[in-house]
């Protein structure tokens, strides 16, 4: 069955380091995958999208790379800051297309002052 | 900030009533989507719509039914509701597409008693 994994245990790091949350999914083909952060009591917000024929993708302070080998996706939060605290989802497509996504059940990263 | 809008924010009330749940959004977006979310679990997706007079269920089953009379507006019925319908449901909106991202309401609390 297709399943996706991320850490279920709570990160937590000293800010101004680098957090680094990991997704794992097995029998899928995506075509792309999706990063969202959620704050408690509110809806995700959508933060990066990565292709399948792309390595590594940027935006700001935010980095995602994606090893369809591997079946692996790493999200990248570097200089963190205790507003960057909040659980961070990633999410597939089923399909290939048609925006059905999956989602991941979200790691808890805590930024420490 | 994303225009879609989600009431009520919280809802308590008793076994056996039927309650909607309102969704609105104003971006003019085809797709429209109702997730269903425990604390700490995932989401899954239980229906779809995209397009007016268009909607499908999703990968959960659900006792709740959806209608999609005009593009911004997504209500979800549950006709009698049950103790075991208690979860935070979220309601998001994309533009067609094969890799939109999704914009997400802040979710309406339901407990049922």
């Known amino acids: 069955s297709q399943k996706i994994e991320q850490n279920s245990e709570a990160l937590n790091i000293q800010e101004g380091k680098t957090a680094t949350l990991t997704c794992n999914y097995t029998?899928?083909?995506?075509?792309?995958l999706q990063w969202y952060r959620q704050d408690p009591g509110r809806g995700p917000v959508f933060l990066l999208l990565?292709?399948?024929?792309?390595k590594e993708k940027r935006k700001e302070r935010l980095k995602v790379t994606f090893d369809t080998t591997l079946k692996q996706s790493l999200f990248h939060i570097t200089a963190s800051q205790p507003a960057d605290s909040a659980t961070y989802l990633c999410?597939?497509?089923?399909?290939?297309?048609?925006?059905?996504?999956?989602f991941g059940t979200g790691t808890q990263l805590k930024v420490e002052l | 900030e994303a225009d879609i809008y989600q009431t009520p924010r919280y809802l308590v009330i008793g076994t056996g009533k039927k309650i909607t749940l309102e969704c609105s959004q104003t971006?003019?977006?085809?797709?429209m989507y109702w997730y269903q979310q425990d604390p700490g679990m995932e989401l899954h997706l239980i229906h779809y719509?995209?397009?007016?007079?268009?909607?499908e269920k999703g990968d959960l089953s659900s006792e709740s039914t959806v209608s999609r009379i005009r593009t911004e507006h997504f209500p979800l019925t549950l006709e009698s509701a049950r103790p075991s319908h208690t979860s935070q449901y979220l309601c998001?909106?994309?533009?067609?597409?094969?890799?939109?991202?999704?914009?997400f309401g802040s979710g309406t609390q339901l407990s049922v008693l």
């Open positions: 998001a909106s994309s533009e067609s597409g094969d890799d939109e991202k999704l914009f």
């Open positions: 029998n899928y083909s995506p075509a792309y």
């Open positions: 990565i292709r399948e024929n792309e």
């Open positions: 999410a597939l497509d089923r399909t290939g297309g048609g925006n059905k996504l999956t």
């Open positions: 971006m003019g977006h085809d797709k």
């Open positions: 719509s995209y397009g007016v007079n268009s909607t």
